[in-house]
């Protein structure tokens, strides 16, 4: 069975500093990624999916990510921290043959210090 | 063009009661899915609906049960509620059934007492 693992809970990050939350998942084949973002009491906000192709991914909000299948990771980054950018970041992948059912990681919260 | 919406908000019920969310889904989706996100942890997959016919189930039991109508709105059904029915629960669309990106409403948030 697919699953995520998103080892950090919590990050804290100085305003203006870079991010990166790590991403790994299990899976046979080449799935697809994704990375959401959620404010507390909201919904998922889409950043960025990777299906193929270049495997350097540009999203929203500056978030880009980078696919490395020899490590089986997705990690997310950011160059320039924002305080709004303080939220919950899950991983989250599908499968090609399962429809759109997605698995998630339990989820990294990050904390924006001014 | 409107995005995913869901009601209600908030909701309150007590053990043993049964309960209906309602999902309008982003205009010219056909297929959506919904989630159980428990306190503290990434969503979970519940099932999903393409075309008004349940095509994907994740390990929930069959007490939870949806219908999805043709204008593609939905509703998710849980019967003899249990406490660890308390939960944020998502319903996201997306324009295929084959595996593609999901589009997130704001949830309602469901708490069994």
């Known amino acids: 069975a697919q699953s995520v693992t998103q080892p950090d809970i919590h990050i804290t990050v100085s305003e203006g500093a870079s991010l990166e939350l790590r991403c790994n998942y299990s899976y046979g084949a080449t799935p697809y990624l994704f990375w959401y973002v959620q404010s507390p009491g909201q919904g998922l906000q889409l950043l960025l999916k990777y299906f193929s192709g270049d495997t350097l991914v540009q999203g929203i909000k500056g978030f880009e990510a980078e696919f490395k299948r020899s490590q089986s990771s997705f990690n997310l980054r950011k160059p320039s921290v924002h305080w709004s950018d303080a939220a919950e970041y899950f991983c989250?992948?599908?499968?090609?043959?399962?429809?759109?059912?997605?698995?998630f990681g339990g989820g990294t919260r990050v904390l924006v210090k001014p | 063009e409107t995005g995913v919406t869901q009601s209600p908000t908030h909701l309150i019920k007590t053990r043993g009661q049964q309960v209906t969310l309602r999902c309008s889904s982003q205009?010219?989706?056909?297929?959506v899915s919904w989630y159980q996100q428990a306190l503290g942890q990434g969503p979970q997959f519940i099932f999903q609906y393409y075309r008004e016919e349940e095509n994907g189930r994740g390990n929930f039991p069959p007490r939870f049960s949806g219908l999805q109508f043709p204008n593609y709105s939905s509703e998710l059904n849980v019967n003899a509620l249990e406490l660890d029915d308390s939960a944020l629960y998502l319903c996201?669309?997306?324009?295929?059934?084959?595996?593609?990106?999901?589009?997130f409403g704001p949830g309602t948030r469901l708490t069994v007492l």
């Open positions: 205009s010219g989706h056909n297929t």
């Open positions: 989250a992948v599908g499968k090609r043959a399962a429809g759109n059912k997605l698995t």
């Open positions: 996201a669309s997306s324009l295929t059934s084959g595996g593609d990106t999901q589009y």
